[in-house]
């Protein structure tokens, strides 16, 4: 299981941002193997560790801790490929946050979830997933993502930002308040710290504004693309790589039950025992095989500390997640990553 990959697409608005403060964003991207960026295959992605890697290397660079902020007023329709031309042609303003949320995955996935929409009876949220614990290598990733959002935002809708925040829109973040957080003020917008979640808010007539490039038909033909291509993605997939899935996303800091993840999918506990038994699987021998991919990639590929894996991975205690690693491995994880390296 992986921890995640995103279409190198969206690193062209790092690129521009990066080259804008005035550094040489080719040699970075070079170090990380994307010299041919502007060449790549629609279809070409890399990993969420070595996005937050390049990520971490342009804060350095730049010297900019508010990269994320950059990079999202970077963003246009035309980055995310299909499913942004998608959504730019949509009725309404959430309709067209929504499409991009429903084809997520066309440009991006992660082991720790999908944005999802949360409904209230006078507001709408478009949130994004938790990544938590937080660090220099991912806050800029939420930063850009909903930075990326009120730029889509504006050029859906043609408004300024400022026009954004008098019709009610605000922002809330999951982490605490960061060292750079003047920098928020760009957005114009009422900004929420130690949130509940990372999410964009809009009032439900802000939603329901029209988009300046509104076409019913055109919406009507590319959605049926972008199914497709989802459906594609999705096809092969089994119950266990579901379930898998199910459980990743629930492991943050607790142990998932079959009865929770029987829930993600709307079944009763027994049905979902009985149906991975005709696999000759159980719900406990996949919960331990998706902590060991899990575990294994992030001790390889990110820098968490070995307690922030633990967490990440839902054991109660750091050591009771050494055993667990020495058992999948016949070491303990930080003889492990140092043998990696």
């Keep these: 299981m ?14 521009q941002t990066i080259t804008e403060q005035g550094k040489n964003a080719e040699s970075l991207f070079s170090d ?4 041919d960026l502007d060449l790549s295959h629609p279809d070409r992605r890399i990993s969420i560790p070595r996005y937050m890697r390049l990520g971490e290397q342009a804060t ?5 801790q508010d990269i994320g902020i950059l990079m999202g007023e970077k963003c246009r329709s ?5 499913m942004g031309l998608t959504a730019q042609s949509a009725a309404t303003l959430g309709d067209a946050l929504e499409t991009s949320i429903r084809f997520e995955r066309l440009y991006s996935s992660n082991s720790r979830g999908h944005s999802f929409v949360r409904r209230e009876a006078e507001r709408t949220g478009f949130c994004f997933y938790s990544i938590s614990p937080y660090n220099r290598y991912n806050y800029f990733v939420v930063d850009a993502v909903l930075g990326g959002w009120l730029s889509l935002l504006q050029e859906w809708s043609g408004s300024s930002l400022s026009e954004i925040r008098q019709a009610g829109a605000t922002v809330a973040i999951e982490f605490e308040r960061p060292t750079y957080a003047a920098a928020y003020r760009k957005w114009k917008l009422p900004v929420q710290f130690s949130a509940q979640g990372n999410t964009l808010w ?3 007539d802000l939603c329901q504004s029209n988009t300046v490039h ?7 033909q590319l959605e049926r693309l972008c ?4 459906d594609e993605i999705l096809q092969g997939r089994t119950l266990v790589d579901k379930v898998e899935e199910a459980i990743a996303m629930q492991l943050s800091g607790q142990t998932p039950s079959i009865s929770s993840v029987a829930r993600y999918f709307s079944l009763e506990p027994w049905t979902l025992q009985r149906q991975l038994q005709s696999e000759n699987v159980s719900f406990t021998q996949l919960l331990d095989q998706t902590r060991k991919e899990l575990a294994t990639r992030y001790i390889r590929d990110t820098k968490l500390t070995i307690g922030e894996i633990a967490w990440l991975m839902g054991f109660s205690s750091s050591p009771a997640f050494q055993r667990a690693f020495k058992r999948w491995h016949g070491q303990a994880p930080g003889q492990y990553r140092s043998q990696q390296q």
């Design 227 to 230: 199914q497709q291509a989802l």
């Design 60 to 64: 350095r660079l730049t010297g900019r």
């Design 214 to 220: 509104s076409n019913p038909i055109t919406f009507r």
């Design 202 to 204: 809009l009032p439900n």
């Design 2 to 15: 992986k921890l995640g990959d995103i279409n190198v697409n969206i690193l062209q608005c790092l690129y």
């Design 32 to 35: 990380f193997g994307l010299g």
């Design 78 to 82: 035309h980055h995310f490929g299909l």
